[in-house]
């Protein structure tokens, strides 16, 4: 009965040992994670698209998949639906992984400039922004950066009435 008890325990604490180690060494998801965006006022829950990004398996780059590069946001913003939301409304952000994320940042898109780095940067608060009090469609980009080897820009549409 004792040795049947200790090879229960061996059993339990290697298989504990197991599963720090492959908490360990894999930091991050297999897939890019999502993008939520939510607004409780207006009713409405939607996943992000993407619009560049690169998810590599290892942290040294190997073994994973660059996605959606080369697109210029205006054109890719052309390409998607507008969702309907409220003037001045809270609208969250959820995303689906956010361990040691480097930076997390809203862009609101210049329609009138193709280069992908000249958009307004926006306040956020707890993953959380405004949609602007003026009616009208806005894009919008959400960059996430976790490191050089895992990045995903995300893209969406709102129509404010």
Same mark, same amino acid.
């Given at each position: 009965m004792k040795k049947y008890l200790i090879s229960i325990l061996l059993l339990v604490g290697l298989f504990s040992i197991i599963l720090i180690a492959s908490l360990t060494i894999y930091k991050f998801?297999?897939?890019?994670?999502?993008?939520? %965006?939510? &607004?409780?006022?207006? *009713? +409405?829950?939607?996943?992000?698209?993407?619009?560049?990004?690169?998810?590599?398996?290892?942290?040294?780059?190997?073994?994973?998949?660059?996605?959606?590069?080369?697109t210029y946001d205006i054109v890719r913003l052309s390409e998607i639906e507008a969702i309907q939301v409220s003037s001045n409304t809270n609208i969250k952000l959820n995303l689906s992984f956010t361990k040691d994320i480097e930076k997390?940042? %809203?862009? &609101?898109?210049?329609? *009138? +400039?193709?280069?992908?780095?000249?958009?307004?940067?926006?306040?956020v608060s707890n993953y959380t922004f405004t949609t602007p009090k003026k009616p009208g469609t806005y894009g919008y980009i959400v960059e996430t950066v976790w490191d050089d080897s895992h990045n995903v820009r995300f893209i969406f549409k709102l129509r404010c009435r």
């Open positions: 998801p297999y897939n890019p994670p999502k993008l939520e %965006v939510s &607004s409780p006022k207006d *009713n +409405i829950n939607f996943v992000a698209s993407t619009n560049g990004g690169n998810w590599f398996n290892s942290s040294n780059g190997n073994g994973g998949n660059s996605f959606d590069l080369g997390f940042k %809203v862009y &609101s898109i210049n329609k *009138n +400039i193709k280069s992908n780095d000249k958009h307004t940067e926006v306040e």
